[in-house]
């Protein structure tokens, strides 16, 4: 059974922009006060919006970490998700403030999400494994519908006929509609959703977060996804002529207007983009992303009338390998210069993908939902700064390299379970663990060994390159061809932090095991349907570090390491992972 731990109505307000609605929600939402402008009446319904299980942690002494993020509290519960205060700062680090205190409400009634990006934005991948499994509505969270006349979803003011509608948000986001041309035969809004996305679990994640964190009232997002499949940044931003900045505009005026009808404030907290295999090799891309920001920004601003800023979540491609100046470097490097605006989540080379090694089942798209969401409530909604685990500087002395790291959620671990790259091609950094280093005419240089020290990685060189200025690289260079995701000849590394974070994912399930075997099975048919690599097992009779190496099939797991307990049936915990892995990075020695 899934951990549950809340409430589930969702209000829907259905609103025909022009005519006459007295605006209504569905059972035990609260009563909206009627209002004249619409023709169509919401129908009811009922959202089952499941809960995790876990509790957050408080953060500990680093360099600059960010405090300790917190999980979402649940099930039994534990102290909670306020997510700590940092301690006093680590070796190398800078004077850690209190952070300021946590607010109780939301920033508005409904909280605007838009989702852009290319075909990972939209649960691409045209397999099964990309089939909606997010399907019973999140709490009061919103999506908008549209059941006018063909065709359906204008992006413009005044064109067609629209009836538009605030309904429960689940997955898919949309299903296609019938049109000609742009937007209903190219992949274009509308009918660009290809699967899963993002934004169910993330908006599941916020809800539960808020709630555990004695929240006042519900907190509902309400989320607009554009994204256009197989595009560059330059198609999909304001000066590209693509649908999918207008369409959010446009998105965003109507759920403004919805808003009001029901009696709420509405804002944009977050533009969600997950982009950048287009762009791999565009070394102009990072350079795009500051305009592309401050476009939405402005224009979002200007529409809605709210005083924040809207931010840029961002997560890095892990697919397609260009080295130094790869669209992923880019991106980390474009946070690094805007840490307000752009906040990078992270890379993606530790998760599950499908058989064409490019987009992730829909289990990989909740997780990265989640993740955004730990993200987006640590900046939006607790109003504290973030930083990924990013290298801040890179000494040498002789052999010996120290590079600084800002640590999340301290310690820094080697993850056990992930296969170290370079053990076959690119032998020189075999011991790197993900770390590549090189000197002189971009040649690369022998590591000996890489050892974590506090907050820093020292990395041994097999020789002393004497007066050469090195570079310091991790998870940029590949070992196979083609596209190589998720497996050991593609982009990766293992150093992660221990971030303890629990999303809205996490289940009960009674699970077969033998002792011995690395395989379990679901007690019931099709039990692991919500479960992918790199899960935690937590329970009575389940050892510590029980890990899932890869998901094979709705009914059929392999474990890291060979079952230690007793052979039988359990009932064990699960959750996706959440540590924070390091970014895909290029850094020269800076002394």
């Known amino acids: 059974m899934r951990v549950a731990c809340a409430r589930a109505a969702a209000a829907v307000v259905a609103c025909g922009l022009g005519s006459t609605l007295a605006c209504s929600p569905t059972p035990d939402a609260p009563s909206l006060a009627p209002v004249t402008i619409g023709t169509a009446a919401g129908s009811g319904g009922s959202a089952n919006g499941g809960a995790p299980a876990g509790a957050g942690t408080s953060g500990t002494s680093s360099g600059t970490s960010n405090g300790g993020n917190a999980g979402v509290a649940g099930g039994g519960g534990g102290s909670a998700a306020s997510g700590g205060s940092p301690a006093a700062a680590g070796a190398g680090g800078s004077e850690v403030h209190p952070e300021p205190e946590v607010p109780k409400t939301p920033p508005f009634g409904w909280v605007g999400i838009i989702g852009t990006g290319q075909s990972l934005a939209v649960g691409g991948g045209g397999t099964d494994q990309q089939h909606p499994i997010s399907t019973t509505a999140s709490y009061g969270n919103l999506k908008l519908a549209d059941s006018g006349p063909d065709p359906k979803y204008p992006i413009a003011p005044g064109e067609g006929t629209p009836q538009w509608s605030a309904v429960p948000l689940l997955e898919p986001i949309r299903r296609n509609v019938a049109g000609q041309g742009p937007g209903y035969t190219d992949w274009q809004y509308p009918n660009n959703i290809q699967g899963e996305t993002p934004h169910t679990s993330m908006a599941s994640t916020l809800s539960s977060l808020f709630k555990a964190r004695g ?154 939902g989640e993740k955004y969401a730990e993200v987006f409530d640590l900046v939006v909604n607790q109003k504290r700064s973030w930083k990924p685990l990013q290298p801040r500087k890179v000494s040498r002395s002789g052999a010996k390299i120290t590079v600084d790291f800002d640590v999340p959620n301290p310690p820094l671990v080697w993850d056990k379970h992930l296969q170290p790259p370079h053990q076959q091609a690119h032998v020189q950094w075999a011991a790197g663990k993900g770390f590549e280093v090189t000197g002189q005419n971009n040649a690369a240089l022998t590591i000996a060994s890489v050892a974590i020290e506090g907050s820093s990685v020292v990395i041994t060189l097999a020789a002393d390159p004497g007066a050469t200025q090195v570079v310091v690289g991790y998870a940029l260079t590949q070992d196979g061809a083609g596209t190589q995701s998720g497996t050991v000849q593609g982009l990766r590394g293992l150093l992660r932090d221990s971030d ?37 097992l937590t329970g009575a009779g389940v050892a510590e570090d029980t890990i899932v190496l890869s998901r094979e099939s709705n009914d059929q797991l392999t474990l890291a390491t060979p079952w230690s307990s007793a052979s039988g049936r359990i009932s064990a915990s699960f959750h996706h992972e959440q540590a924070n892995y390091c970014v895909h990075f290029s850094m020269p020695q800076s002394d």
């Open 500 to 536: 303890p974070f629990v999303g809205a994912d996490a289940e009960e399930l009674p699970i077969d095991v033998v002792q011995g075997s690395t395989t379990i099975k679901p007690a019931q048919a099709g039990g692991f349907l919500r479960r992918t690599a790199q899960d935690v």
């Open 215 to 368: 929240g006042q009232g519900d907190y509902v997002t309400v989320h607009s996804v554009v994204g256009w499949a197989g595009r560059c940044l330059n198609q999909i931003n304001k000066q590209g002529g693509g649908r999918a900045f207008p369409a959010s505009l446009n998105e965003a005026r109507v759920w403004q207007q919805l808003a009001a009808a029901a009696g709420k404030t509405y804002g944009v907290g977050a533009v969600v983009l997950t982009h950048g295999e287009c762009d791999a090799s565009n070394q102009a891309y990072g350079s795009g992303l500051y305009p592309f920001w401050s476009d939405y920004n402005t224009d979002i601003k200007a529409l809605t009338g709210q005083a924040n800023d809207v931010v840029l979540l961002a997560s890095q491609q892990s697919a397609t390998a260009s080295g130094a100046t790869s669209s992923a470097v880019q991106l980390w490097k474009a946070s690094v210069e805007h840490p307000q605006q752009i906040l990078c989540v992270g890379p993606k080379y530790q998760y599950q993908y499908g058989p064409d090694r490019l987009h992730m089942p829909a289990t990989g798209y909740i997780r990265l």
